[in-house]
């Protein structure tokens, strides 16, 4: 069964500083991966997916992942993080069908001004 | 184009009690997934329909049922109610039955059961 660990429960960064979300999945042939977003009391956000070809993704707002398969990872960066991006993050894992993903617990981040 | 829509937006029950939800998904998408997100957790997938027809179940039991609609909007019931099933339902549409394209997920039913 595919398994998604996100192992910090939550980060505190300053406005301003690098971001680096950690995601470590189990399945195994290679997995679709996805992160999403979560502000309170709002339904999911996607920030970017990985099916295949080049490793580095990039997507909406500044974040981009980089799938590697050697350490079956998958973690979320932002160069410079905003106070807007304070929310939940959730990394997910999917069989070849995007809409029956298992997601981690996520990791809420908090931005300190 | 709207996006996906979940009703109600709350909702308030007891033990042993059933509760319908609805979800509206994205105009011209015909996949809709149902998930439920217990506090402090991540979504977890109870099921999937495609073209009002079940497309896979994760482990739920079967007090959990849904239904789709031929205009691909959808319900999950859920029936004989546990205080365990209170959390966030999460509905997402997508247009195709899977594969690579993207789920758009709608704000959520919040189900408190007392």
């Known amino acids: 069964a595919q398994s998604v660990t996100q192992p910090d429960i939550h980060i505190t960064v300053s406005e301003g500083a690098s971001l680096e979300l950690r995601c470590n999945y189990s399945y195994g042939a290679t997995p679709y991966l996805f992160w999403y977003v979560q502000s309170p009391g709002q339904g999911l956000q996607l920030l970017l997916k990985y099916f295949s070809g080049d490793t580095l993704v990039q997507g909406i707002k500044g974040f981009e992942a980089e799938f590697k398969r050697s350490q079956s990872s998958f973690n979320l960066r932002k160069p410079s993080v905003h106070w807007s991006d304070a929310a939940e993050y959730f990394c997910a894992v999917a069989r070849g069908n995007a809409g029956k993903s298992t997601f981690g617990d996520g990791t809420t981040l908090t931005v300190k001004p | 184009e709207t996006g996906v829509t979940q009703s109600p937006t709350h909702l308030i029950k007891t033990r042993g009690q059933q509760v319908t939800l609805r979800c509206s998904s994205q105009?011209?998408?015909?996949?809709v997934s149902w998930y439920q997100q217990a506090l402090g957790q991540g979504p977890q997938f109870i099921f999937q329909?495609?073209?009002?027809?079940?497309?896979g179940r994760g482990n739920f039991p079967p007090r959990f049922s849904g239904l789709q609609f031929p205009n691909y909007s959808s319900e999950l019931n859920v029936n004989a109610l546990e205080l365990d099933d209170s959390a966030l339902y999460l509905c997402?549409?997508?247009?195709?039955?899977?594969?690579?394209?993207?789920?758009?997920f709608g704000p959520g039913t919040r189900l408190t059961v007392l």
């Open positions: 997402a549409s997508s247009s195709k039955r899977g594969g690579t394209d993207t789920q758009y």
């Open positions: 105009s011209g998408h015909n996949t």
């Open positions: 329909y495609y073209r009002e027809e079940e497309n």
